[in-house]
Each structure stands twice: as structure tokens, then as C-alpha cells.
């Protein structure tokens, strides 16, 4: 007995590594040397190309296609339908396998559905890009993306909270966890200088 589960519909070319808890549904399909980690879920018709990288608890709804190049840390969340690229000139007379370009999603980041992530980029831990959004470059950690072309237009807390401006302390608190941020460039960090904050957990 497989410590996942797969869908009998599912195609999982060998040898690929799933790890344990995973499950995956109708119609997918796992190319070979691809890997994936534990408690993950992919939704209907997800294609996990050869080589792509999933980190454990990545959550991928429905029709998503991982391409080579693509490496998804921990906690990811893939909306419906949102699309990775792995060639930024594509010809279909041209063979540009060599010219395949990485796309790195760092930990707890959330991208929404029908998204577009062009190749190269580096989305950074727990940001979030809006549904529809189109992301030709690298996104800063915790940053909040909307648009077409995609924008910057604010900040993102860990639990899923936009946060407020800053207070004269140069500090944002998430209304939901309590937690609080401040700016570092390029992106965002959590406070961890007083100790209310370091016993805080979520």
C-alpha cells in the first residue's frame, strides 16, 4: 500500500517520489523524476513535468501545469488554473529545451487563480499575487501583487491579513494573528524584539 494516495485516472510515470499524506486527483499527471512532498494536494488535471521540485503541504487546485524549471517550496498555495512558463521567446519551429529559465515560489507564498508567472522570476516567502495577475519579474517577501502587468500595492501578513500603513514606529500589526512587521528591503520582516511577539504562534 502507497503511503499517498492517487486517483485511479491519475498517470504517474516512473520513477517520480511522492511523499507521504499526498493526494492526488482526477486526471493528473506526474512526469518522470519529478518530486513531491508530504500532505500535498493537487487538484483535477495538475501536470507536474519532469524534474519540478514540490515542497511539503503545497496545495494546486485545479488545471495547473508545473513546468520544467518550476520548484514550489513549502506551503505554496497554486489558485485554479494559474500558469507557469519555463521559455520567454517560444517558437514552435525552435527547440529551446537548453533555454529552459527557473521559476523558484518560496515558502507560504499564494498565487491566484489565472495568474501568470513568467519564467525567471522569484516570488518571495508569503507574498501574494491576485487573481488574474501577470508577474514578469522577482516579488519581494510578504508583498501584495495586483494587475495587469503586475503591481506592488501594499503588504501581505503571514495569516493572509493585508496590513495596515505603518505607525509611527515604522510598525504593521496583522489584525488577525496579532503579529507584527516591519520593512526591510527588499521586502517585509516579522518583529521578533519583544517577547509578546516571540511567544506569539500561528
Excluded at 508530504?38 to 485545479?62: D, E, F, P, W, Y
Aim: aromatic letters at 8%; hydrophobic letters at 35%; a neutral charge.
Amino acid at each position: 500500500m502507497t503511503p499517498y494516495f492517487a486517483h485511479e485516472s491519475a498517470y504517474l510515470d516512473q520513477p517520480c517520489t511522492i511523499g507521504e499524506g499526498t493526494k492526488i486527483w482526477h486526471f493528473c499527471h506526474i512526469m518522470p523524476h519529478a518530486r513531491i512532498g508530504t500532505h500535498c494536494t493537487l487538484g483535477q488535471n495538475v501536470m507536474v513535468a519532469s524534474h519540478v521540485r514540490i515542497g511539503n503541504n503545497v496545495k494546486i487546485q485545479n488545471n495547473v501545469s508545473l513546468y520544467t524549471g518550476v520548484e514550489l517550496e513549502d506551503d505554496v498555495f497554486c489558485g485554479p488554473s494559474c500558469v507557469f512558463t519555463n521559455v520567454v521567446n517560444p517558437r514552435s519551429q525552435i527547440n529551446r529545451q537548453s533555454e529552459y529559465q527557473p521559476t523558484l515560489v518560496r515558502r507560504g507564498a499564494t498565487i491566484g487563480a489565472n495568474a501568470t508567472i513568467v519564467c525567471g522570476a522569484t516570488i518571495g516567502r508569503y507574498a501574494f499575487i491576485g487573481a488574474g495577475a501577470v508577474i514578469r519579474g522577482n516579488v519581494p517577501d510578504y508583498a501584495l501583487i495586483v494587475g495587469v502587468p503586475g503591481k506592488q500595492r501594499g503588504w501581505m501578513s503571514r495569516h493572509g491579513q493585508r496590513l495596515p500603513l505603518p505607525g509611527e514606529n515604522g510598525i504593521m500589526t496583522c489584525q488577525i494573528s496579532g503579529w507584527r512587521y516591519r520593512e526591510e528591503q527588499p521586502g517585509l520582516v516579522r518583529c521578533l524584539d519583544w517577547p509578546e511577539d516571540q511567544a506569539l504562534t500561528g
